[in-house]
């Protein structure tokens, strides 16, 4: 049985990892399980991919398990597609999931539009990095997009940061209101890691 080791702190991101990982095959860890203080990596790619990798190869390299990295994140068109890379520190350095949203919502009111909704979707870039295996099966990279709306009330409890504002295309619901079961069938995440899922069953045979 291999370790499967998540390369992320946030909570949110970590329960959904260890509800849509297959178990069968792999022991599923976080980083914090292992590692001691856990390294900080700094974020400072372009892209959701750069992040992704960044993550996973730096926790791999470390530890020598097979890791998965998540970079992931929201984009607003009225705000250029911010946040953007800068979701998790939209607020400043530290800002937390409520921060976050409430620097969301006041931004798009100074836009002065009468809109209730803005068109957006969420991003998540996913690198699995295999540091034993050879070099042209080392790295996968995926990605997941899911589109929706933006709405400038909070509504519901579940999920984690902009969940309570996000909308999905062909839903009236958050992903704050929906069950896991609804936001993991259509979430940017769980497009992405469908991928990898299928890239875990194949190497669960092989040594
Ligand atoms: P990262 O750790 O830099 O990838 O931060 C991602 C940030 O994007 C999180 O802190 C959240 O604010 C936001 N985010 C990513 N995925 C989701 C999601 O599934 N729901 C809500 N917010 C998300």
Redesign the pocket.
Known sequence: MRDLLIA?T?Q??LR?FAELLPREGYRVRAGSDVLSPVPVIV?DGVT?AD?ARKKAQAIARETMCLTLA?????EVDALGGAPG?Y??R?AGEGAN?AA?RTELISRLRALGTEQLRFSAR?R?ALCLFDPLASDDRRILEVDGVCEGSVVLDERGAG?????AL?VPNGHDKT?GELSSEV?HAL???GRALSLIVASLAARAGTP
């Open positions: 992320t946030n949110g991101k959904e974020e959701f992040n998540d970079d992931s994140g929201l890379v979701s998790a939209f999931d976050n969420f998540c999920g984690f940061g902009y969940d996000f992903f936001k979430s940017h995440r």
